[in-house]
């Protein structure tokens, strides 16, 4: 049972171009997340999934986009790296609605750096 | 910002030290939750605590709840220079998403 995994884990980007990242999860959740963190300010959501084929906005979403085509996978996309889009990014799942599936498992981070 | 605000930013003690953190938030609970990062990892979680819960256990935790204040602290004892890491409090977010709002953390330091 391996959790929560992101691919890949580090990676540089110049200024313009794009990349997706990759997370999955083997728990069968049915609610995923994506969070940058930056120094300072905590985790940020950036969007998120409450099922299959469903996405929706976070906090700061823009610059980023999502896709959750398999209930296992959620993808990140980044259409045009910006530097301010330098950040440790994190994938999250849980089970769902509930007090008792509150919570959250998260991957080991993707560092990215836009140049 | 909806972040909870988390005290103190940094806290440095020796080994067998108890270490207390504490996470203040503005709007109503259904429950608080506490995480604990550890350099260059993703986050895991600690401890739950609903909001008719006054008190919980786990180990060498201990968090306590006081919505009339609008507050939560999260105590280890006994430290060991394992428990390096950054601590977190997040409450859920509105609607049925499950979303959850990340306070600033708390940097902890145990020397041995």
């Known amino acids: 049972n391996a959790g929560v995994t992101q691919t890949p884990k580090f990676r540089v980007l110049k200024t313009g171009q794009s990349m997706t990242l990759l997370c999955a999860q083997d728990?069968?959740?049915?609610?995923m997340y994506w969070y940058r963190q930056d120094p300072g300010m905590g985790l940020r959501l950036i969007h998120y999934s409450v099922g299959e084929g469903t996405t929706a906005k976070g906090e700061v979403p823009d610059g980023y986009n999502v896709s959750r085509l398999k209930k296992q996978n959620f993808l990140l996309g980044l259409e045009s790296a910006a530097p301010s889009q330098t950040s440790v990014y994190f994938c999250?799942?849980?089970?769902?609605?509930?007090?008792?599936?509150?919570?959250?498992?998260f991957g080991p981070g993707t560092r990215l750096t836009v140049l | 910002s909806q972040q909870g605000e988390e005290d103190p930013q940094a806290l440095s003690i020796q080994e067998g030290e108890n270490a207390t953190m504490n996470c203040s938030y503005k709007t109503s609970i259904n429950n608080l939750q506490w995480y604990r990062q550890n350099s260059g990892r993703g986050l895991v979680h600690l401890i739950l605590i609903r909001s008719n819960e006054r008190e919980k256990h786990s180990g060498r935790l201990r968090v306590t709840l006081d919505t009339s204040k609008k507050s939560s602290s999260l105590l280890i004892t006994a430290s060991r220079a394992a428990d390096t890491a950054s601590y977190f409090c997040?409450?859920?977010?509105?609607?049925?998403?499950?979303?959850?709002?990340f306070g600033q953390g708390t940097t902890l330091q145990v020397k041995p």
């Open positions: 728990m069968n959740h049915e609610y």
């Open positions: 997040a409450r859920r977010g509105s609607g049925n998403t499950g979303k959850l709002i």
């Open positions: 999250a799942s849980s089970g769902g609605y509930g007090s008792s599936t509150d919570t959250q498992y």
